[in-house]
């Protein structure tokens, strides 16, 4: 069974950076596009950053210039590099992924989450 598997959040402190990992397993499937969500207590989930199977990449208006999405095809991971974090950023940061296998898409697999919290 195929799986997103999101890594590396925890506690940092206001300014801080922190990278967040999401890597897919089961065999043969690879990660086609994908997008990093974060979900602050009490609102909706949203949008953070993007990036498409050829690379490009697309950033809310809010982490533009601070946070960086990239991929390591080989290794089958996303990744955020997250830079001069706010306390506002704070939430639960979730992977979602188009999958790849032999040819076929497979659309909208969700990791588990990771919680970041940011300290004032």
């Known amino acids: 069974q195929v799986q997103l598997a999101e890594s590396g959040g925890g506690l940092v402190q206001a300014g801080g950076s922190m990278r967040l990992s999401c890597a897919t397993s089961?065999?043969?499937?690879?990660?086609?596009?994908a997008g990093w969500y974060r979900q602050a207590p009490g609102k909706q989930r949203e949008l953070v950053a993007s990036?498409?199977?050829?690379?490009?990449?697309n950033y809310a208006d809010s982490v533009k210039g601070r946070f960086q999405i990239s991929r390591d095809d080989v290794a089958n991971t996303v990744y955020l590099q997250m830079n001069g974090l706010k306390p506002e950023e704070t939430g639960v940061y979730f992977c979602?992924?188009?999958?790849?296998?032999?040819?076929?898409?497979?659309?909208?697999?969700w990791g588990q989450g990771t919680q970041v919290t940011v300290s004032s």
């Open positions: 979602n992924a188009d999958l790849r296998r032999y040819g076929i898409r497979y659309s909208g697999y």
């Open positions: 990036i498409t199977r050829g690379g490009n990449t």
């Open positions: 089961g065999s043969g499937f690879s990660i086609d596009a």
